[in-house]
Structure formats: C-alpha cells, structure tokens
T-cell receptor, first 113, second 113 residues
Framework: EAQVTQNPRYLITVTGKKLTVTCSQN?????MSWYRQDPGLGLRQIYY???????DKGDVPEGYKVSRKEKRNFPLILESPSPNQTSLYFC????????????FGPGTRLTVL | GNSVTQMEGPVTLSEEAFLTINCTYT??????LFWYVQYPGEGLQLLLK?????DKGSNKGFEATYRKETTSFHLEKGSVQVSDSAVYFC????????????FGTGTRLTVIP
C-alpha cells in the first residue's frame, strides 16, 4: 500500500530534550516536506527536500533540522524543543512535476512541557 | 505572494443540507488548487483538485470550480451526510522549487442528524 508513515504518533517531552520524528514514504517520491498545524493558522511548511541531500527552509524553520540521506526517509529533528513547538506535525511527499498533489502522513502530536 | 483565504468556521448543518465553503486565493504564477479533508484523528487526504482555469474538481459528491476571474475555488456539496463531518482545507501550489502547499486556516464542518 502506498503511504507515508510517521513515528511516533504521539509524544510528550520536556524542554531541551532532543527528539526525532521519523517519516518514510514508499512511493519513490522526490519531494518531501514537513508541516506543522496550529489552530487558526492552518498548516505551515517547516522544511522541504527536493531529493537526496537537497533540503531547504520553508516558512517556519526556526528550531528544527532535517536530513535526507535516503530517498524514502526525511526525519525532523528538534535539537532543543521548547513549548512553542507544541503542535501537530505532518510529513508529506509528492512526485516531481505533475499537479503538485502531496500525500500526507497520519500526523505526530507533540507536546513540549 | 501566495495565500489562501478560507471561510471561517465552524459550520454546523443538518443532514441533507447544501454546503458551501468559500475559498479565495492570491498567487504568483499559475497555481494548482486543492481541497484537502481531515477526519477526526487522521491526516489530510486529498478531496479534489483543479489545475487550470474553469476546471471542475469533484469527488464523493463534492465539487469545486477553478475561477481565475474571481480567484476562487469554493467547495460545494448538494446534500451533506453525518460522515462528512471533518475539517476542510483549501490549498494552492505554484510549481517552483519550494514545493510549498499554501493552506487556508481550515473550516470545521459538523453535520447533525
């Protein structure tokens, strides 16, 4: 089944404790992105990647890192999480070209205390 | 710049009522337009899309027409069901290296029997 998977689905942590949210897709998509969803703000892009070893900042990159060492994986790293990073996070992927349709993972709900 | 303005919610309708959720956009370049749906506790799923002016996207009884002259992409359904209760997001993308989907703030629809 074609899908985007994220882990963990839920995470409660404390300020300053480094964490990684994994994302994997099995559709051989070139593009991958991370978004955060906050009430009243919709979804905002954090980082994106156009292919292996090619990443760039989105609209809200502060406090986050990413890497793209393999085509299928795109982990999101919070080196020192803060309470303002409490949010619902989505990973997405799509093929290069086409209509721009993105496929989303199920989401990771992160709480930073 | 690129942005989406979406009808504020929440919207509560009785079963079999007519639904309209307004969406207007601004874009640099020629955007593709999307409606995504988020059911409770789930990720975003593509509901429908349109890639050029006057295209009509449709799926599951929902429709939206790409209106370039009014920069709009309103979502409609003639007869809603309880199972349509969800959050609906209008979004656009412009084919650039940024791979960004620009989302509206979302509209929560609740359908009551």
């Amino acid at each position: 089944e074609a899908q985007v998977t994220q882990n963990p689905r839920y995470l409660i942590t404390v300020t300053g404790k480094k964490l990684t949210v994994t994302c994997s897709q099995n559709m051989n998509h070139e593009y991958m992105s991370w978004y955060r969803q906050d009430p009243g703000l919709g979804l905002r892009q954090i980082y994106y990647s156009m292919n292996v070893e090619v990443t760039d900042k989105g609209d809200v990159p502060e406090g986050y890192k990413v890497s793209r060492k393999e085509k299928r994986n795109f982990p999101l790293i919070l080196e020192s999480p803060s309470p303002n990073q409490t949010s619902l996070y989505f990973c997405a992927s799509r093929l290069a070209g086409g209509s721009g349709e993105q496929f989303f993972g199920p989401g990771t709900r992160l709480t930073v205390l | 710049g690129n942005s989406v303005t979406q009808m504020e919610g929440p919207v509560t309708l009785s079963e079999e009522a007519f639904l309209t959720i307004n969406c207007t956009y601004t874009a640099t370049g020629y955007p593709s337009l999307f409606w995504y749906v988020q059911y409770p506790g789930e990720g975003l799923q593509l509901l429908l899309k349109a890639t050029k002016a006057d295209d009509k996207g449709s799926n599951k009884g929902f429709e939206a027409t790409y209106r370039k002259e009014t920069t709009s992409f309103h979502l409609e359904k003639g007869s809603v069901q309880v199972s349509d209760s969800a959050v609906y997001f209008c979004a656009l993308t412009v084919q650039t290296g940024a791979n960004n989907l620009f989302f509206g703030t979302g509209t929560r629809l609740t359908v009551i029997p």
